[in-house]
């Protein structure tokens, strides 16, 4: 925060509080706490981590005077269907791409929402076409890769040292040049690099992820529908375009300085709540002052967002003919490029979803949309052998999750020697600054949209019960 409007933060609350040394708490018979306080509760990011916490608390107490402010022109954060194109029914999807397991608890909401799903075929072996950039797609050898997992199995299951990167722990098998190039598949599951990820981190979910997982399903019409709903019932406790610059506290009170219409608009909570991506606060696009304690920077800085870019793409079909069936699968033999169908052909034209990640996302991103879609097709052309395929493009969608200001990523990752982190990164700051989002929730549910609601559910009980215990404590002086 700068320091004039840090200054003039100070003097507002001051005057409104019948100066500093005066700022107590307001009538015992409402949760308001500290006189001179705008709201109750204020929420950074209204991705479905800050819709969640601000929708219960609003049940949780109706007389809570509580907001969100959203700096993006559309609420959802990294959910986000893109509204422009017609692909019926399924939508076009730019961020969340489907929801993973029939148990998780986004159910929660595509029941009270009343919203239809459909299970998503899985891609296997048989079905997945491999190929280098820029050279035809073949059949994998699935007798070589059945071995080859079988060893990593094995070594993951009888691993008992200490972290390490994925990269480090693949150096330790024996593999080829070949061998280490598929298995570093599964930190691009994680849009990340081998080099990047901690090890002891991708077991614990490997293994907790086996035990939730048993189908993925698309939301029909698209995820964004959820988040329409979940808004709908918000009248007035959202604020759209608002970016937030600057978060100044004190046990108890946290300021709030941000820009909205071109103006620097300010306010006072009893309670933040940030669920802004770890990338944004390691970015210092959010200062806060006093500066986070150590413990909660540490575990900030354990982690790492994925680099991921998305492209929908719709072709004209030659003679009708599917560039390829919906249960198949295009993928480099990393998986940093994937092509998929996640429509299927559709009378005259097919839908393409490229997906990619890590390097080969931080590649596509420098080269910019335009160029970046047309090396995208061009791999395409040499993989499916079919030509002309950027002169049958009716359109494409583009979304590079990298240098989003509001991501700066695709979700997060933890850092070698991080595991654990994620627990105190979830933990409030002297009862007054809160923390939620994917980043928050502990495995196997980070990375994932029931994750972040999850952790929103959390996060507003957490308040609720801070602002319920705080009506009843003694007059504090702050300054």
């Known amino acids: 925060m700068a320091g004039s409007t840090r200054r003039k933060f100070l003097r507002d609350i001051a005057a409104v509080s019948g100066g500093a040394a005066g700022l107590g708490l307001a009538d015992r018979g409402h949760a308001q706490g500290f006189a001179g306080a705008d709201y109750d509760a204020v929420i950074i990011g209204a991705g479905i981590a800050g819709l969640t916490a601000v929708r219960l608390l609003s049940r949780e107490g109706p007389g809570l005077k509580v907001l969100i402010l959203e700096a993006r022109d559309r609420v959802g954060g990294r959910i986000y269907t893109h509204p422009d194109r017609e692909m019926v029914p399924h ?6 791409q489907m929801v993973h397991g029939s148990k998780v608890a986004t159910w929660d909401l595509i029941r009270e929402f009343g919203i239809q799903t459909r299970p998503i075929p899985g891609w296997g072996a048989k079905d ?9 797609a073949g059949k994998l050898d699935e007798a070589m890769l059945e071995g080859l997992y079988g060893k990593l199995e094995s070594a993951m299951t009888s691993f008992e040292g200490m972290d390490m990167s994925w990269a480090a722990f693949l150096q330790t098998l024996s593999l080829t040049p070949e061998e280490t190039q598929y298995l570093t598949a599964v930190s691009q599951e994680f849009s990340a690099e081998a080099e990047d990820i901690s090890l002891l981190s991708v077991l614990h979910y490997e293994t907790a992820w086996a035990e939730v997982m048993d189908q993925n399903f698309q939301v029909v019409g698209g995820y964004s529908q ?17 970016e937030v610059n600057g978060v100044f506290w004190r046990p108890g009170l946290a300021g709030v300085s941000y820009r909205s219409n071109g103006q620097t608009q300010t306010l006072t909570t009893q309670r933040l709540i940030i669920t802004v991506p770890v990338g944004v606060l390691q970015s210092g696009a959010l200062p806060i002052e006093p500066a986070l304690p150590d413990w909660k920077q540490e575990a900030i800085d354990s982690l790492q967002m994925g680099s991921a870019v998305v492209a929908n793409m719709l072709f004209k079909l ?20 994937v092509f998929l169908s996640p429509h299927g052909p559709k009378g005259e034209v097919q839908a393409i979803k490229a997906w990619i990640s890590g390097a080969a996302a931080q590649e596509i991103s420098q080269l910019g949309e335009e160029a970046g879609v047309a090396q995208l097709i061009s791999w395409l052309e040499s993989a499916t052998g079919q030509p002309d395929l950027a002169g049958r493009l009716h359109w494409s969608q583009y979304k590079d999750w990298i240098t989003d200001p509001y991501s ?6 933890t850092r070698p020697g991080g595991l654990g982190q994620r627990k105190l990164l979830a933990r409030p700051v002297e009862g007054t600054l809160y923390f939620a989002g994917e980043a928050c929730a502990e495995s196997p549910n980070y990375q994932t949209v029931h994750g ?15 602002l319920d215990i705080y009506q009843d404590a003694p007059i504090i002086e702050l300054f």
Do not use: Q, W
Not at 319 to 328: I, N, P, Q, V, Y
Not at 408 to 413: E, I, L, M, Q, T
């Open 226 to 242: 959820i988040i329409k709903k979940m808004a709908e019932s918000l009248t007035g406790k959202i604020e759209l375009s608002s």
């Open 408 to 413: 700066r990523g695709s979700y997060s990752f």
């Open 91 to 96: 939508g076009v999807e730019m961020g969340a």
């Open 128 to 136: 997945s076409l491999v190929f280098n950039r820029g050279s035809r």
């Open 318 to 337: 030659d003679g009708g003919k599917a560039l390829f069936e919906d249960s198949m699968a295009y993928h480099t033999p990393g998986d940093r490029v």
């Open 452 to 466: 972040a609601y999850l952790s929103g559910k959390r996060v507003a009980e957490d308040v609720a019960a801070s």
